[in-house]
């Protein structure tokens, strides 16, 4: 709570004191009348207090749970806990950033009588993703509109366009002709086979209960602990804040919203799992399995900035590369979430296939179609998915408008 006093009755009252001043120094009473009613308007905005708010409020969606695009009503209530009137409230939700409002407005002014009420709705287009509302900011004021005191009241109420995903979107099988996947055998937890025991064999691997009933030594195998490892990377440089319209999401966003999904169903399998952010600088979470190292990693994308960086560094990228290559162990599969709107996107995703990885490119098209340029973008787009294509990189071109399932599903087709 910050209250604070309004200035706009200062004008005034320098006002009335320069014609009382004036009135009595060429003896007109008028002006002395004149001074007399911002006098006691002045007086009184100094002697008025507001009341200390005590407000609640409340948010809904309707849907709750919309689809991508879908229009979203968002109702906002306001309810007065305190004893006192508040003769001026004015409210601002804290709407999510990547929420445009279409209908209405998010701004509403009332008088809020003891444990009254007061509703207002505006309406939204809803996108891929999991959207926080800020704070909203109440303003309220005194009667005299001269006393001030501003409020921020957190709701816990996130609008969810989800797109939930079964799998992560790797091949069944290499797309290498004659590779196959090698399994070991070792001294993992998972029953695999038996065999003839011999000499030399560890005690504990031999099979005591068939030694028991049939006489026989054999020793038993265990397959060795092969869970995945996997890493989403993120392409959060400067040139990937773009949106195909001005009121739109920018790929970034939508590639935090993927990202979580797949992060939802790696947790879901007990893969371990890692992040990687590059920007300005490369941001590195280990893989790592359970819901605590998931939570860890949600808060990471949850802070993935949503206005593009102000440093041009980001534009270049080699390095950002090279230090993830670094950070990758053998084996590790990786989900490489970017745009692909320039050259060193497409050289990323080779790279890491080149270090031995097996790479995947989720890609939210955020290309238009209403100008030239944008025409000639989505061209070159275009070009880059065909050659990592041609180069066995699996692609997955998400259109948008499609659920994200749908696309990675068209995407293992290609």
Request: charge should be negative; include cysteine; hydrophobic fraction near 40%.
């Amino acid at each position: 709570m910050s209250p604070w006093r309004d200035p706009r009755w200062n004008v005034a009252l320098v006002v009335a004191l320069l014609a009382s001043a004036t009135g009595v120094l060429f003896e007109e009473s008028v002006l002395l009348y004149a001074a007399i009613p911002p006098v006691t308007l002045a007086a009184y905005s100094r002697v008025a207090r507001v009341p200390e708010p005590t407000i609640d409020i409340d948010r809904t969606f309707d849907p709750d749970t919309p689809a991508h695009g879908q229009e979203v009503e968002v109702t906002v209530t306001l309810r007065n806990a305190g004893e006192r009137t508040l003769p001026d409230v004015r409210v601002a939700d804290g709407v999510a950033p990547m929420l445009p409002v279409v209908e209405g407005t998010a701004r509403h002014a009332t008088v809020l009588p003891p444990n009254a009420e007061a509703t207002y709705s505006y309406t939204v287009v809803a996108a891929h993703g999991v959207h926080r509302f800020e704070p909203a900011s109440v303003v309220c004021r005194d009667t005299s509109a001269g006393q001030v005191v501003e409020i921020d009241i957190s709701v816990e109420a996130d609008l969810a366009c989800r797109s939930p995903v079964r799998s992560l979107p790797f091949p069944r099988l290499p797309r290498h002709r004659g590779a196959t996947e090698a399994v070991a055998n070792g001294e993992g937890t998972e029953f695999s086979k038996t065999r003839a025991y011999r000499p030399g064999d560890p005690p504990g691997r031999i099979d005591w209960n068939r030694y028991a009933k049939d006489r026989e030594l054999t020793t038993i195998s265990f397959r060795e602990d092969r869970r995945r490892t996997v890493v989403l990377a993120l392409d959060a440089r400067a040139s990937c804040y773009r949106s195909p319209g001005e009121n739109d999401p920018h790929a970034v966003f939508y590639e935090r919203a993927a990202a979580r999904e797949l992060l939802a169903v790696a947790t879901a399998a007990g893969d371990r799992i890692g992040l990687v952010v590059s920007g300005p600088t490369t941001d590195w979470i280990a893989p790592d399995a359970g819901q605590r190292h998931a939570a860890t990693i949600r808060r990471a994308l949850e802070s993935v900035p949503l206005s593009p960086p102000e440093t041009n560094r980001s534009g270049d990228g080699e390095t950002n590369t090279s230090l993830l290559r670094s950070h990758l162990e053998s084996g590790t599969d990786v989900v490489f979430l970017s745009p692909l709107i320039d050259r060193r996107s497409a050289e990323t995703a080779r790279a890491l296939q080149e270090a031995g990885h097996r790479v995947t490119v989720v890609s939210p098209d955020v290309t238009g179609e209403g100008s030239y340029g944008q025409s000639i973008a989505r061209l070159e787009r275009d070009n880059r998915i065909d050659a990592l294509r041609r180069s066995w990189i699996t692609v997955v071109d998400w259109d948008l408008e499609t659920p994200l399932k749908r696309a990675i599903r068209a995407g293992m087709k290609e």
